[in-house]
């Protein structure tokens, strides 16, 4: 899974991808821990979400 970084107004993240299918389903699942500076972005088609 691609892992990039990503600021949002004045705050930095550290994020991991969920392109496909798969690791969307799979998500953050089995993550006891995430740091408050990081997090899991999901691409999703336009289509997908109705626009």
């Not at 972005?41 to 289509?47: A, K, Q, T």
Request: hydrophobic fraction near 30%; glycine fraction near 8%; proline fraction near 2%.
């Amino acid at each position: 899974m691609k892992e990039t970084k990503i600021k949002v107004g004045n705050r930095k993240y550290n994020v991991k991808i969920a392109e496909t299918e798969e690791q969307q389903e799979k998500g953050l699942q089995n993550v006891e821990n995430l740091p408050y500076n990081e997090g899991m972005l999901f691409l999703v088609d336009d289509e997908d979400i109705g626009i």
